[in-house]
């Protein structure tokens, strides 16, 4: 069975192409997180210097 060799381009070419639709992809993940954060009721658990809600992992800090 012979396979066909992509080239250095073409392989550039198609990483290039999948990092613009994993960036979309984050984007669009990022927006989904902010919307369940912005909705959760949060239950935080406080340390020193932070708070974090166990539920949607919203962290805040207690410093100003």
């Not at 070419?13 to 949060?42: G, S």
Request: some cysteine.
């Amino acid at each position: 069975m012979i396979r066909e060799r992509k080239s250095p381009v073409d392989r550039v070419t198609q990483i290039k192409v999948e990092m613009k639709e994993l960036e979309a992809q984050l984007e669009q993940l990022k927006k989904e997180l902010n919307m369940l954060r912005e909705n959760c009721t949060h239950e935080f658990e406080k340390k020193e210097y932070i708070q974090k809600c166990m539920k949607c992992h919203l962290i805040e800090s207690l410093q100003w």
